[in-house]
């Protein structure tokens, strides 16, 4: 392998969407042991496999001697049903990483992303029958089934947001000792959420910068696409918090995503010995 060319991944958070990556790719992007690529989601392992393995090193050019552990932050290759495939014929013995959600929350979380971004999706349990990602992205189970049955388990760190949100600190340990790197102390900014939920403060901005987004991703343009999302100034501009009063999620709805996943929940605690029906027993409507 050419150090010049960049070194290929030992290290890959794979999903799922709305867990805390983006929270999680900052952190680990401070930490002097471990290079991350500059764009969170580079999608290469689903989207843009087309682009060949050598784009892919290149994307971790930058990377010295010093970086214990190089990786990647994308929150859809957990889904995508031939990237467990791609990335144990190219990347071979690699550590990956989850962080599981209550699956309920998790969906109505990636509801809200749609109404930020202007999509016409409808009430919460409209989009459930329209858009079935908002389902499938909870199904941890059938999809931890897809890697387990290529990588050991022991290389496979399940993390749960509920830690994520009641202690960041400890939450940040549990993976960096499990990377074997030194432990980091988060400062007051790392402990408080990257990018919090929000709403478009004009729809048809947020359409265009959608676009304006996916279009620079296609171009090559990932890592100009990660600069933007990490900017502030420009995030404020086109977004503001959202009322989370005026956005709770049913009970009833969060009740009908339980019994639509009763048997993947079942699932995720036999592959990974991780008891989620106890850990999201008071949890369901916490979006």
């Not at 690529?37 to 843009?48: G, V």
């Not at 995508?80 to 550590?95: F, M, S, T, Y």
Request: net charge negative; glycine share 6%.
């Amino acid at each position: 392998m050419s150090e010049a060319r960049g070194r290929l991944p030992n290290f890959l958070y794979i999903g799922p969407d709305k867990a805390g990556s983006s929270w999680l790719h900052e952190v680990l992007l401070t930490h002097p042991q471990i290079f991350l690529s500059e764009a969170k989601d580079l999608y290469f392992f689903d989207r843009y496999y087309d682009r060949g393995l050598e784009w892919y090193r290149e994307q971790f050019r930058s990377a010295g001697a010093h970086h214990a552990v190089v990786g990647e932050v994308c929150q859809d290759y957990l889904f995508h049903p031939e990237a467990a495939g791609r990335i144990h014929r190219d990347l071979g013995r690699v550590k990956l990483m989850v962080t599981l959600r209550e699956p309920a929350s998790r969906a109505f979380s990636s509801y809200l992303y749609m109404l930020k971004h202007g999509e016409d999706v409808g009430s919460f349990r409209e989009a459930l029958a329209t858009r079935p990602e908002l389902l499938d992205h909870s199904r941890y189970g059938a999809a931890l089934e897809r890697y387990l049955r290529l990588f050991p388990r022991s290389d496979l760190h399940v993390a749960l947001f509920d830690e994520l949100q009641s202690d960041p600190q400890e939450f940040v340990d549990g993976v960096t000792t499990w990377l074997q790197v030194n432990r980091m102390t988060l400062d007051e900014q790392q402990l408080a959420a990257r990018l919090p939920a929000s709403e478009a403060r004009s729809l048809s901005l947020a359409r265009a910068a959608r676009r304006a987004a996916e279009w620079t991703r296609e171009h090559d343009g990932a890592a100009l696409v990660g600069r933007v999302k990490r900017s502030r100034r420009i995030q404020n501009l086109l977004y503001r918090p959202i009322d989370r009063g005026s956005r709770v999620m049913a009970p009833e709805d969060a009740a009908f995503v339980w019994d639509q996943l009763d048997s993947d929940l079942d699932l995720v605690h036999e592959l990974t010995g991780v008891e989620v029906r106890r850990a999201w027993a008071t949890s369901v409507g916490d979006a």
